[in-house]
């Protein structure tokens, strides 16, 4: 069965509407296209009330759907080869972050992403998709592998958060993050960056530092997920909403606010509606972007790539 949430519910109320007509007539053998031609055509009016006026709050559950394509999808969806590396040549593999070389319509790139996982077994084999220290380290050492070899490099975000066990503080987690800070603002390679569902905090920001930065149209980025804001201001989660509003997550918010490059439309009712489409105009983009990147020389790209993100955030008196 598929997910559906609340905001969502006249949307399924007239699915069921219009399966009980279909079966009404199929039943009865009675004529019944016009009230089906009705319903359907109050089905699309109402997809498209829901979807063009969803809240700060609504985005972030979308892009929690469980049936959103992940990274791998994307990879299966858009690369024509993919090579997964492992390894962080210090501690161990992080399941949660995957990455390997790839081929897009003839172009080698390296692609490094989150991976959540699509069921419980999934989930906590791949840590929900939060990365340890030795994931941001893999992700590092897949990126200078990359610069070493001259190949693009393409981050696909998706994530809660990095992993907030001691364990991980222990290993560093906040210096990783923090390297591959500095490390990917002067990387030799062009860089794009897409948030695909999640994008939250420094585990986000980790693999977000690049020429382009793109958000799908039901996505979010941000300091801190709406749960946690409302729990620290209100000490309850029960203002998440009332947060996510003031957060400004939201694709349009952070578009607006000049911290993204651009919005990646989705399908109508989410990316997990329609995977295929939603990965053909991720690989248009990066394809467009590529062929622009890569005829920058070296110091153009870096110095471009710092003036960008250090005009974020600057007050002009």
Known sequence: METTFDFEKPIADLL?????????????KVDMSATLAELQDKLEKTKLEIYNNMT???KVQMSRHPD?????DYVNLICDDFI???GDRNVRDDKAMVGGFATIGGQSVMVIGHQKGKNTKERQFRNFGMANPEGYRKALRLMKLAEKFGKPVVTLIDTMGAYPGIEAEERGQG?????????MAVLKVPIICVVIGEGASGGALGIGVGDKVYMLEHTWYSVISPESCSSILWRSWDYKDRAAEAL??????MSKNGLIDGII???LGGAHHNPQEIA???KQQLLSDLAVLQKKTVVQLVNDRIDKFSKMGVVVE
Do not use: C, F, S, Y
Request: charged share 30%.
């Open 16 to 28: 069921m509407q219009i399966e009980k007509v279909n079966q009404v007539a199929d039943k009865t």
């Open 56 to 58: 700060g709050w609504q």
């Open 68 to 72: 959103r394509p992940q990274t791998l």
């Open 84 to 86: 997964e590396l492992h």
């Open 175 to 183: 210096e990783a993050i923090a390297r591959n800070l500095m490390e």
């Open 248 to 253: 400004k997550l939201t694709a349009a918010d």
């Open 265 to 267: 439309k989705e399908p």
């Open 280 to 282: 053909e105009a991720v």
